[in-house]
């Protein structure tokens, strides 16, 4: 979440919140009146009506309140979980949330914030080699964890997805080996073959 913000007053005008947007290169704009969150203005949305080559009926005049102009998007709230957020704005199809408790505004979450929390999450923590592996149930996930501690390879990250089509679960696992050839071979041995050695 990002909480150093540029924001807008209801009364600055949409020329200058478009100003606003250009000079420091932020693509959203929160309205806010003292401590109160009005709402959200992305820099689509301003591009439109202040282009000189639209037509007169959808221009708009560059002085009015920028308040008239807000469009009401998704919030997250400070205790939600990543991926609640990410959800939220990949089905409001919009690039960022604003932050919000009760009234008041704490910061702006955007679709590279979360894109960098999701690989902060997947990054493993040490040097390693990655296998995917694609494992049919959940008791063969103990056969992975045997072969692992039989060839004395180091397990360094674990992620476990669900398969779409019943096809099992895929197994992402990060391990403290360069030669992974042993593990393969007993892998291959019960039948598990990586999808991406």
């Not at 999701?118 to 040490?126: I, S, Y």
């Amino acid at each position: 979440m990002r909480t150093h913000l540029v924001v807008a007053s209801p009364r600055t005008s949409l020329g200058e919140a478009h100003r606003l947007l250009v000079q420091t290169g932020v693509r959203y704009l929160p309205v806010v009146e003292g401590e109160r969150y009005l709402g959200l203005v992305g820099e689509r949305q301003l591009r439109l009506p202040l282009a000189p080559w639209v037509p007169g009926h959808l221009r708009a005049d560059p002085q009015a309140p920028v308040v008239r102009f807000l469009q009401p998007f998704p919030q997250a709230h400070p205790e939600e979980p990543l991926e609640e957020a990410a959800f939220r704005l990949e089905a409001a199809r919009v690039g960022a949330l604003p932050v919000v408790e009760g009234e008041t505004l704490l910061g702006l979450v955007t679709a590279y914030d979360l894109l960098r929390g999701l690989l902060e999450l997947l990054r493993p923590k040490a040097p390693a080699t990655r296998l995917d592996l694609l494992v049919p149930d959940l008791p063969r996930l103990g056969e992975v964890f045997q072969a692992l501690q039989a060839t004395g390879t180091p397990l360094v990250g674990l992620h476990l997805f669900r398969e779409v089509g019943g096809l099992g679960f895929r197994l992402l696992l990060h391990v403290g080996a360069l030669d992974v050839r042993p593990l393969l071979a007993r892998l291959e041995a019960l039948g598990l073959r990586p999808m991406r050695p």
